[in-house]
Nanobody
Framework: QVQLVESGGGSVQSGGTLRLSCAAS??????????TGWFRQAPGKEHEGVAS???????TYTESVKGRFTISRDSAKNTVYLQMNMLKPEDTAMYFC?????????????????????WGQGTQVTVSS
């Protein structure tokens, strides 16, 4: 059973920095997920894809975070990170990590919810003005 555990959320002021981590366990082979993504959902708003990284290292970001957020991966630790700089109040949301099932096939990064098979429980990010 694949499990994803997020950490690193918290409360910061506008302009502050946080780094989220997503640790994966339960993959039965060394292939690991072909892609991992970060999503967020604020109260009363749609679930939104924020950033994604493929096994190839390709990344993609939603427009509103480009230049401020960076997704990266430490394959040896089966961990994906989301470095969030210059945080804004509109970044306030529950952040979720998601991963695709193990596969040897090429997968592009994706901000589409349906591209993922496993989800973490989420970590709250609150940015005050």
């Amino acid at each position: 059973q694949v499990q994803l555990v997020e950490s690193g959320g918290g409360s910061v002021q506008s302009g502050g920095t946080l780094r989220l981590s997503c640790a994966a366990s339960g993959y039965t082979d060394s292939t690991y997920s072909p892609r991992t993504g970060w999503f967020r959902q604020a109260p009363g708003k749609e679930h939104e894809g924020v950033a994604s990284i493929a096994r190839s290292g390709q990344t993609t970001y939603t427009e509103s975070v480009k230049g401020r957020f960076t997704i990266s991966r430490d394959s040896a630790k089966n961990t994906v990170y989301l470095q969030m700089n210059m945080l804004k109040p509109e970044d306030t949301a529950m952040y979720f990590c998601a991963a695709s099932r193990s596969s040897y096939r090429y997968h592009a990064p994706s901000l589409v919810r349906g591209a993922y098979d496993y989800w973490g429980q989420g970590t709250q990010v609150t940015v005050s003005s």
